[in-house]
């Protein structure tokens, strides 16, 4: 039984780890569209880039996990019944039960990891892309001035600049601002630096330049400088506190909030939903996995292939999954269905076990024998 056994997990790791490597790469490019813009519009690098959509991949891994190991024990599955291999374990007094088994191990392995992301990796991972954003919206310079440009962040004012270094030091400033009732000035510095205060202000040190404007007799009036200090806070207002959203939080944090910070029944309806689906989530694992097994292992063997079955237990798999999610938003807004986020994967669970258990055939389940017929009328 232990070799049968060892050459069924053999059979799934493979695919498992294909299915899972596959769905990650296909969410981890839908994911990065989303953040494409730090890129094109905050001029930021590939490796910033790289960074942030690799800090995406905890949550990518829980919403795929087990629809990974559902597809990897389908797969298995289909192939140990087309050679036969499951009919020769049967024939040599196998139960259900003890084929079953080391399904059941990956499913209890998939479920342990799927549940130490949702609870520590995943919300330690967001945080930190968190602080990654916060850090780009800190930084003005990339969003307020394209290099070679004239850029106008607010009515009446352009700022240009000819280069902008790795550094964050720009050169060649130009800087006219009209919004003064007085008379436009115009700032003009071979090298400036944008500072963002941890108090909020934003502020453009300028040097080695001049500030010139004209005064009421229309004459020229320049001023030389060899540093001064523009400040920009009223035009780019950056908050720089950090703050976390749903999906950043522990979970001690979303089932039981600071009193202090007087969260409003809306959102504390989300916190609910979103920590109970963390914690019903990994059960998908065995359900699926059940579900699998179901479908396969039970039956008579047939020589035309299973295709039928496969489909059949897909469909029923990927709608019980997008069911999970309609509950999980739906429990946003009312807390008594956060139940349901449960029940959902252990009453599927529960059937397929009963299922496998039963001795009868699969095909007799339902259908009442003539015997049992007769009595019925005969009683009634």
């Given at each position: 039984?232990?070799l049968f056994q060892?050459?069924f997990?053999?059979?799934?790791?493979t695919p498992?780890l294909?299915?899972l490597?596959?769905?990650?790469v296909?969410?981890?490019?839908?994911q990065?569209?989303?953040?494409l813009?730090?890129?094109?519009q905050?001029?930021?690098?590939?490796?910033?880039f790289?960074y942030?959509t690799?800090l995406?991949?905890p949550?990518?891994f829980s919403?795929?996990?087990p629809?990974?190991v559902?597809m990897?024990?389908?797969y298995?599955?289909?192939?140990?019944?087309?050679?036969?291999?499951?009919?020769?374990?049967k024939?040599?007094?196998?139960s259900?039960?003890?084929?079953?088994s080391?399904?059941l191990?990956?499913a209890?392995?998939?479920?342990?990891a799927?549940?130490l992301?949702?609870?520590?990796?995943q919300?330690?991972s967001?945080?930190?892309?968190?602080?990654?954003?916060?850090?780009i919206n800190?930084d003005i310079a990339?969003r307020?001035?394209r290099p070679g440009?004239?850029?106008s962040p607010?009515?009446g004012?352009?700022?240009?600049a000819s280069?902008?270094?790795?550094?964050?030091?720009?050169?060649d400033?130009?800087?006219?601002?009209e919004r003064?009732?007085?008379?436009p000035?115009?700032?003009?510095a071979?090298?400036g630096?944008v500072n963002s205060m941890?108090s909020?202000?934003t502020?453009?040190?300028?040097f080695?330049?001049?500030?010139?404007?004209?005064?009421?007799?229309?004459a020229?009036?320049?001023t030389?400088?060899e540093?001064t200090t523009y400040?920009?806070?009223?035009?780019?207002?950056?908050?720089p506190?950090l703050?976390f959203?749903t999906?950043d939080?522990y979970l001690?944090e979303?089932?039981?909030p600071?009193?202090?910070d007087?969260i409003?029944?809306?959102l504390r309806?989300g916190y609910?939903a979103?920590?109970?689906a963390?914690?019903?989530?990994?059960?998908y694992?065995?359900?699926?996995v059940?579900?699998?097994l179901a479908f396969?292992i039970?039956?008579?063997h047939?020589?035309?292939?299973y295709?039928?079955?496969?489909?059949?237990?897909?469909?029923l798999?990927f709608t019980?999954?997008l069911g999970g999610?309609?509950v999980?938003?739906a429990?946003?807004?009312?807390?008594a269905?956060?139940i349901?986020?449960?029940l959902?994967?252990?009453?599927?669970a529960?059937l397929?076990?009963?299922y496998l258990?039963?001795?009868?055939?699969?095909?007799?389940?339902f259908r009442?024998r003539?015997?049992r017929?007769r009595?019925?009328?005969e009683t009634n």
């Amino acid at each position: 039984m232990k070799l049968f056994q060892t050459y069924f997990l053999r059979q799934v790791r493979t695919p498992l780890l294909l299915s899972l490597s596959a769905l990650s790469v296909l969410a981890l490019l839908t994911q990065s569209l989303s953040t494409l813009d730090l890129i094109t519009q905050n001029r930021q690098s590939a490796l910033t880039f790289l960074y942030i959509t690799t800090l995406t991949l905890p949550q990518l891994f829980s919403i795929i996990m087990p629809l990974a190991v559902f597809m990897a024990m389908l797969y298995a599955l289909n192939r140990l019944n087309m050679d036969s291999e499951l009919v020769v374990a049967k024939a040599s007094g196998f139960s259900p039960w003890q084929i079953a088994s080391p399904a059941l191990r990956i499913a209890s392995f998939a479920l342990i990891a799927h549940l130490l992301i949702n609870l520590f990796f995943q919300p330690y991972s967001f945080r930190l892309m968190r602080k990654a954003l916060l850090d780009i919206n800190i930084d003005i310079a990339a969003r307020m001035i394209r290099p070679g440009e004239f850029n106008s962040p607010s009515t009446g004012l352009t700022l240009y600049a000819s280069e902008i270094l790795p550094s964050g030091r720009m050169r060649d400033i130009l800087i006219y601002d009209e919004r003064s009732a007085d008379a436009p000035l115009t700032y003009s510095a071979k090298e400036g630096q944008v500072n963002s205060m941890p108090s909020g202000r934003t502020s453009f040190t300028l040097f080695d330049g001049n500030i010139s404007s004209l005064n009421d007799n229309g004459a020229m009036d320049i001023t030389f400088f060899e540093n001064t200090t523009y400040d920009l806070t009223e035009i780019l207002a950056v908050n720089p506190v950090l703050r976390f959203k749903t999906s950043d939080k522990y979970l001690h944090e979303l089932l039981m909030p600071d009193p202090r910070d007087q969260i409003p029944d809306r959102l504390r309806k989300g916190y609910l939903a979103e920590g109970h689906a963390r914690l019903s989530t990994p059960l998908y694992n065995y359900a699926l996995v059940l579900l699998a097994l179901a479908f396969l292992i039970r039956g008579e063997h047939k020589k035309m292939g299973y295709g039928g079955r496969i489909a059949a237990a897909g469909a029923l798999g990927f709608t019980l999954r997008l069911g999970g999610f309609a509950v999980a938003s739906a429990a946003e807004k009312n807390s008594a269905l956060n139940i349901a986020q449960y029940l959902l994967p252990l009453l599927t669970a529960l059937l397929s076990i009963w299922y496998l258990l039963h001795k009868r055939r699969p095909h007799t389940l339902f259908r009442l024998r003539p015997s049992r017929l007769r009595a019925f009328f005969e009683t009634n």
